[in-house]
Every structure is written in structure tokens, then in C-alpha cells.
């Protein structure tokens, strides 16, 4: 079980709606922090531990300076990411690069900004030699193929992800690249994603950790991190219960020391949370603002999927807490959806809450990761804007909201549209 908190109540919600209208999206600096905080303690018996928040769950630069303050790296993917993370001061060892089909481009920058480069293939060698050079630590993803089980139950299937190499390609790479002068090797999988439980990252940080031994060993190489990447879930719906940190934390060290029983070898871990970083301390605000009785009941939010995708693209529950109502009977059923011209636009199917009105105010929980990053422009609609509860209580402006001038600024090439030049 966890209960759902709203980050502001009604009469917050008024107010700032008056300033910014709905729909925005409303993060909670305290939340964050203590979050981060508990993250990294859990890992303080691992020397040289870094998380590397992935930067597509919440690329917002007020998010990335709190989380930097907490002694967070960025895991970027993609060069506009990259130059986020340097305009925002990360550099080096702060960045991580995970990323697939991988423009020269984005090499370029990331081996320029002295980023570690995590390869996603083998044919990668060639590719970054040319685009930019072969700098002396890398990241390999690891692919192990077939499911990944864990006590019976299938988390994940590696054979049909696009990601990472086999491990006879592993093998080789790392001697290619030995050979081309890198001297320190890290190992990278991501094999489930949105777990819940405490098991994925202890299982796949001991199968990590022994194929980074078995390629020291093999290849004749140092490997110093294995990396975590993503993949731990959030419990989106109020039944659910929280992963437990602290005991994940626990269950690595001990696989850790029966490594180091084994092989007498110790790797730095890295991890590249969003999820599990984020998710919780990010909530949609939006606004009843139409309602239809045909064969179903629903109600229409000023919100639409071009805010919040996931439960359109995967059919995601989300929590919704009318604010104002919150110890109201939960005892109408309703379809609450938003304004595409697409059917799947539903945050929401026979969703039982208490009778709606017009003017209500809603909060879609657990929105902070790969929630307004996912947004898009479909239907002409504009994203939201962006805003902070800060830890003094006070709220901030993270990102304005999409003006028409936006939406039509790469049409400026016409003159009907010249107008909205930039
Ligand atoms: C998306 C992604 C992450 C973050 O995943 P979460 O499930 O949000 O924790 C980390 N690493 C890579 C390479 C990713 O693609």
C-alpha cells in the first residue's frame, strides 16, 4: 500500500492557476531531495557509487540542478540532452552517454565533453572512432538474450530488445578496443523495466558482475563499474507498495562480497535512474471542464495524452485525486479523457470517483518521469507549462508554457507565418 499525496492542495491550486492556467505540471523540490538522498545512501558501502539520473524521464534544468546538488550525474541519449547537461555544468565523469543508433553528432559532442561513452553495439568501434575518437573508458551494453527470470517469473525479454551485444560480441569488442588503448572498461544492461519488488537490480547486478570478471578474464582487461541503468518501477496504483531502496542496497552488497569471495574483485556501481527517481514528485494539474452521458459517463479534462501519453500508448493506470474532494465517496464511475481526436485519449477507464463538476480541479499522480518529456504536439495541442514547489514553500516557473508562436515558429519559412519568427 502507499497513500497518495497530492503536492498541492485546492487553494495552492487556485492561486497558481490564476497565474499559469491549467494544465500544468507541479514538482516537489522536497520530495526530490529526499528521495535522491535516500537512493545514494542505500549504495554508501560501494566506493565510488554514482547515480546518473536519466535525464529523458525529467530534462528540466531546475530538476538536473537539484539533483546535481544531491551529487547526481546526468545519463544522457541524445544530443540535445548532451548540451542540457553542459549547459547546466556537467562534465566528464558527471555524464553518462547511453544511447542507440547513434548520429556522429552526438559521438562527437559526447567524447568532446569527455562523456562515458556506453556502446550499444559492436559496429559502435568503427562509428565513434570516426565521428570523434576512441577515448581510453568506455561502457559496453550487454544483451544476454532469451528472458530474464527471476524465480520463475519472466521480468523481461533481452531477445527481442534492440539494445546492447551478445556476449561473444562483448568479448570481442573488449579486445578490439584493448587493442585501440582503452584502459578502463564499464558493463551496462537494462533488462526489465518498471519493476516492482526488490529483485531486478540484485539479480542483474550479480549477472553483471559476473561477465565483467569472466571478460577480465577472458580479455585480458580492467573493468571497473557495471551499470545498473533503469528499470525500477513506482507503485502507480495505491495497492501497490514501494521498492524498498535500503534493502536493494543491502541485497547488491552481499552479491558484491560473494564476488569479491570469487574472483577477489570489487566493481564501482552505477545506476541511471528516472523512474524511481522522479515519477512520484511530479503531478499533472488540470481542470474539469466538460462532461458527456452517452453509453458511458465522461468527463472532459482540459489536459489531453499530448501532456500525459502513458496511459494512452500503454494503457498506464494513474491515480487522480480531486482536489477539495479527497474524503468524498469514491462512489461515481466515470471515463475521464481528454480533447484528441484519438480514442485511446483516456487518462482514465471506469475510474470510480467521487461526482464531478465543472471547474473541478484533478491531479494525475505519479507523472514526474517520462511524463511531460513524452509530451507532442499532435492536434496542434501545446505543452504545458513547468513549475516548482520549492523546499521553502514557494513556488517557480521551471518552463513556461507553449505559446501559438511556438507552434508556429518552423513554419516561419512561409510569409503567412513570418509573423511568428522568433
Ligand atoms: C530510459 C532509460 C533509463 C531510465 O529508465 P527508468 O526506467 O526511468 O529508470 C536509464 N538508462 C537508459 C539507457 C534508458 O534508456
Not at 546538488?69 to 545519463?75: A, L, P, Q
Not at 501519453?309 to 474532494?325: E, F
Request: charged share 30%.
Amino acid at each position: 500500500m502507499n497513500e497518495k499525496h497530492t503536492i498541492i492542495n485546492l487553494d495552492e491550486a487556485k492561486k497558481l492557476k490564476e497565474k499559469y492556467p491549467t494544465p500544468f505540471y507541479i514538482y516537489d523540490e522536497n520530495g526530490i531531495r529526499k528521495q535522491a538522498e535516500e537512493f545514494i545512501s542505500a549504495f554508501s558501502w560501494n566506493e565510488g557509487f554514482r547515480e546518473y539520473f536519466a535525464v529523458k524521464a525529467t530534462p528540466n534544468p531546475a530538476v538536473l540542478k537539484i539533483l546535481k546538488s544531491c551529487g547526481c550525474g546526468v545519463d544522457c541519449s541524445s544530443l540535445t540532452e548532451l548540451m542540457m547537461a553542459k549547459a547546466l555544468g556537467f562534465e566528464g565523469d558527471d555524464i553518462m552517454f547511453s544511447s542507440n543508433e547513434t548520429a556522429d553528432a552526438e559521438f562527437a559532442l559526447a567524447a568532446q565533453l569527455g562523456a562515458i561513452i556506453n556502446l550499444d553495439d559492436i559496429t559502435h568501434i568503427d562509428a565513434l572512432e570516426k565521428a570523434a575518437f576512441i577515448p581510453e573508458r568506455l561502457c559496453l551494453r550487454y544483451n544476454p538474450g532469451g528472458d530474464f527470470e527471476i524465480a520463475g517469473e519472466i521480468m523481461g525479454r533481452p531477445s527481442d530488445a534492440k539494445y546492447g551485444m551478445t556476449k561473444k560480441q562483448l568479448f570481442e569488442a573488449a579486445r578490439i578496443l584493448k587493442q585501440k588503448g582503452v584502459k578502463r572498461f564499464g558493463l551496462h544492461a537494462f533488462l526489465a523495466s518498471n519493476t516492482r519488488g526488490n529483485d531486478y537490480w540484485p539479480a542483474l547486478s550479480l549477472l553483471l558482475m559476473e561477465t565483467a570478471a569472466e571478460v577480465e578474464d577472458k580479455c585480458g582487461v580492467k573493468v571497473e563499474f557495471v551499470n545498473l541503468s533503469g528499470g525500477l518501477g513506482v507503485p502507480y496504483r495505491p495497492s501497490e507498495d514501494k521498492c524498498d531502496i535500503a534493502e536493494i542496497g543491502k541485497r547488491i552488497e552481499k552479491n558484491a562480497a560473494s564476488i569479491f569471495k570469487k574472483y577477489g574483485r570489487r566493481y564501482k556501481i552505477f545506476t541511471e535512474s528516472g523512474r524511481f527517481m522522479l515519477a512520484p514528485y511530479g503531478q499533472l494539474v488540470s481542470e474539469v471542464i466538460r462532461f458527456k452521458h452517452t453509453y458511458k459517463e465522461y468527463a472532459g479534462l482540459d489536459a489531453c495524452a499530448a501532456n500525459l501519453m502513458r496511459p494512452a500508448m500503454y494503457g498506464a493506470y494513474h491515480h487522480i485525486t480531486v482536489l477539495g474532494k479527497e474524503n468524498k465517496k469514491a462512489d461515481r464511475k466515470y471515463d475521464v479523457v481528454g480533447s484528441l481526436c484519438e480514442n485511446n485519449d483516456k487518462f482514465a477507464v471506469d475510474r470510480m470517483l467521487p461526482e464531478l463538476e465543472e471547474g473541478d480541479i484533478v491531479v494525475l499522480h505519479d507523472a514526474g518521469a517520462h511524463g511531460f518529456s513524452m509530451g507532442y504536439n499532435y492536434n496542434g495541442k501545446l505543452r504545458s507549462a513547468e513549475i516548482l514547489k520549492k523546499s521553502d514553500g514557494t513556488y517557480e516557473l521551471i518552463r513556461r508554457a507553449e505559446t501559438p508562436t511556438d507552434y508556429f515558429a518552423t513554419l516561419d519559412i512561409y510569409p503567412e507565418f513570418a509573423c511568428f519568427k522568433r
